[in-house]
């Protein structure tokens, strides 16, 4: 039973005051580009290395779910899962292949298409493998990294804030494909695989699913050079009925032209069509949004440190205002609110024998994550930046603190809630002072006897009678002690 407030000591209370505050980390479920090239330049990671790993493990998680044979669904989440984590984490901290196996296996939970760690390791092991060669779930070789892919999942659910919300652009895609006809084996067949190279990139954090729809449905039509009346015009899309704006269909799809003019082999139709069909749709789109003042990307607001180069141009042209201003059709606003990192350290064998026979189908050039002097598999070390108030979540990645350790994090989903008990918690710690001004009068008890005048005789005396009325009260004092000892 808790005790009475009245019972405990003033020293106590003065010490600690209440239970300790907990740590709220909202969750985002839009992360703009602004933010994203934030945590990539606060972790340090070269452009083009960032670029490798990240198409590395979103090609792993393909090809893994499709010997799995699971849904488009579990693709999806699995691979937003991964995105978060990266931005979350550094890349030496862990093998990418072991963050896409923890992303696969977190998404097959939330989208209850269940997959055990070792059925996972498993497919992935089997691909580079004749079928006599190939082994099955419960070999000891998997056991090792089924455990550091469990390890993981924990630090996935916190990377994404425990947020279950996922978007499918694939089901809008197919209702949008029937209400303005086309074509269904060529131009939807194309759109929809190319809503599968869209998760190659991080449109998946920027857009809504009608937004990734539109746009893979647009270039599906470009790159069969279909007619484009039916998509455009009075009976073209309805931004407006989808929640979204010409800008960001824009955004989207260049960010998808970036994927299949540099890195046209990592994709699924980059090699079914050439180069040159891609970059006249390009130049195109680069006109269309010179004409009309389109920013390379929307909600980014404008910064001395950011500046779009090489890859990250403003439709051919400089980097005047007007292309660093959010769109103002562009209704939906990031939530800039408590950001928590979390850092890993995690460990793996890191033995020859078992970096060649790798169950995620890596060389076993490097370690999966950190080894630990124990050699066990652990996520031994929870690091979270400043939340109240703190860096964002690229700032935390080079000065993240132990705060976990003193108090609660708590995930939430709805951001109005936060606002709220935000600020009556403030209520009770804010510091309150009043000033007040008090006019004593004080005597000068140094003035000698001789002073000049009587003004300083008059002085004089009242110190004295002052001084002899205190030392009747110490005897009186000192004769009430005696007493009481008596």
């Given at each position: 039973?808790?005790?009475d407030?009245?019972?405990v000591?003033?020293?106590?209370t003065?010490a600690?005051?209440?239970?300790h505050t ?19 330049t ?29 849904p488009v669904r579990?693709?999806?989440t ?8 990266r931005l979350?984490?550094?890349?030496i901290e ?17 989208e ?14 089997n ?14 070789i998997f056991?090792t ?16 804030g ?19 006809h086309?074509?269904?084996?060529v131009?939807?067949?194309t ?6 190279d869209?998760?190659?990139t991080?449109t998946p ?17 470009r ?7 039916d ?10 009925k ?6 960001e ?8 032209l970036?994927?299949?003019t ?8 980059g090699?079914h ?23 390379r990307?929307?909600?980014w607001r404008p910064?001395?440190?950011h500046?779009?180069t090489?890859g990250h141009s403003n439709n ?12 103002p ?18 460990t ?10 790798s169950?995620t ?16 598999t652990?996520a031994a070390r ?9 860096a964002?979540a ?28 935000r600020?009556?918690v403030d209520?009770?710690f ?8 008090v ?5 000068d008890d140094?003035?000698h006897?001789?002073?000049d005048g009587?003004?300083g005789e008059?002085r004089?005396?009242s ?10 009260k110490?005897r ?11």
């Amino acid at each position: 039973m808790a005790p009475d407030a009245s019972a405990v000591s003033p020293s106590s209370t003065s010490a600690h005051v209440g239970p300790h505050t907990s740590y709220i980390h909202l969750a985002k479920p839009y992360i703009f580009e602004q933010k994203i090239q934030d945590c990539i330049t606060s972790a340090g990671i070269n452009e083009v290395k960032e670029d490798t790993l990240r198409l590395q493990g979103v090609s792993w998680i393909d090809s893994v779910r499709k010997a799995l044979h699971l849904p488009v669904r579990t693709f999806n989440t699995a691979v937003v899962y991964y995105h978060k984590f990266r931005l979350a984490h550094l890349d030496i901290e862990y093998n990418f292949m072991d963050a896409a196996g923890a992303a696969l296996f977190t998404a097959c939970k939330v989208e209850d298409t269940l997959k055990k760690s070792k059925d996972i390791l498993c497919a992935a092991y089997n691909l580079k493998l004749s079928p006599s060669e190939q082994l099955s779930p419960d070999d000891p070789i998997f056991e090792t990294h089924s455990r550091a892919i469990i390890g993981l999942e924990r630090l996935m659910l916190e990377a994404s804030g425990f947020d279950f919300r996922n978007r499918y652009p694939q089901k809008v895609l197919i209702k949008l494909a029937k209400e303005h006809h086309v074509e269904r084996d060529v131009i939807g067949k194309t759109a929809y695989d190319i809503s599968v190279d869209l998760y190659r990139t991080f449109t998946p954090l920027k857009q809504s699913s009608s937004t990734m729809a539109m746009a893979c449905l647009e270039l599906s039509a470009r790159i069969h050079e279909a007619n484009l009346h039916d998509l455009f015009g009075p009976r073209g899309f309805n931004y407006r009925k989808w929640s979204s704006s010409r800008e960001e269909v824009m955004e989207t799809l260049l960010d998808l032209l970036d994927l299949y003019t540099h890195h046209r082999t990592s994709t699924t139709i980059g090699h079914h069509h050439p180069l040159d069909t891609f970059l006249a749709i390009r130049i195109s789109l680069n006109q269309e949004a010179t004409s009309n003042h389109y920013p390379r990307y929307t909600q980014w607001r404008p910064s001395k440190k950011h500046h779009l180069t090489n890859g990250h141009s403003n439709n051919g042209h400089d980097n005047d205002n007007h292309h660093l201003t959010p769109s103002p059709k562009h209704h939906r606003k990031e939530n800039h609110d408590n950001n928590t990192t979390n850092t890993l350290n995690n460990t793996s064998p890191s033995t020859h024998q078992q970096q060649q026979r790798s169950p995620t189908g890596g060389s076993g050039g490097s370690a999966a994550t950190p080894t630990s002097s124990g050699g066990t598999t652990t996520a031994a070390r929870i690091t979270t930046s400043n939340a109240r108030g703190g860096a964002g979540a690229g700032a935390g990645l080079a000065t993240a603190t132990e705060r976990g350790r003193e108090g609660t994090i708590r995930f939430m989903l709805d951001a109005e809630r936060e606002r709220t008990e935000r600020v009556v918690v403030d209520s009770f710690f804010r510091v309150e002072e009043e000033e007040h001004v008090v006019e004593v009068e004080v005597w000068d008890d140094d003035e000698h006897d001789d002073g000049d005048g009587g003004d300083g005789e008059g002085r004089s005396s009242s110190g004295r009678q002052r001084r002899r009325g205190e030392n009747d009260k110490d005897r009186e004092r000192e004769r009430d002690r005696e007493r009481e000892r008596r």
